[in-house]
């Protein structure tokens, strides 16, 4: 079974920058980065093909996050700039097998998922 392990998460003033952590335990699976807030449903932000092809970004955070893979290892990062207190959320990453097409961020397509790492934007 596919492990996830976020890390990065922690508290920020808006305008600030923060650098999620994402190691997965296996390679050749689409990853994606999600967040959900609190009374929000999950939202995919960016995902990653094992190829290294890159979806599209959220309109929520284009042009402020970027989404990097280390070649040598299985880690991922979300670095993420211009922070605003909207982005305040639990932050995941998770995995699925891209059999039936690697460009989804519907979260209901990922069958394995990290425990989450909290980012917390002030005003």
């Known amino acids: 079974q596919v492990q996830l392990v976020e890390s990065g998460g922690g508290s920020v003033q808006a305008g600030g920058s923060l650098r999620l952590s994402c190691v997965v335990s296996?390679?050749?699976?689409?990853v994606a980065w999600f967040r959900q807030s609190q009374g929000k449903e999950r939202e995919g932000l960016v995902g990653?093909?094992?190829?290294?092809?890159?979806?599209d970004y959220a309109d929520s955070v284009k042009g402020r996050f970027t989404l990097s893979r280390d070649s040598a290892s299985s880690a991922l990062f979300l670095q993420m700039n211009n922070l605003k207190p909207e982005d305040t959320a639990m932050y995941y990453c998770a995995a699925r097998s891209c059999l039936h097409g690697w460009r989804s961020l519907e979260p209901h397509s990922y069958s394995y998922w990290g425990q989450g790492t909290q980012v917390t934007v002030s005003s």
């Open positions: 990653i093909a094992p190829g290294g092809a890159i979806t």
């Open positions: 296996e390679i050749g699976y689409c």
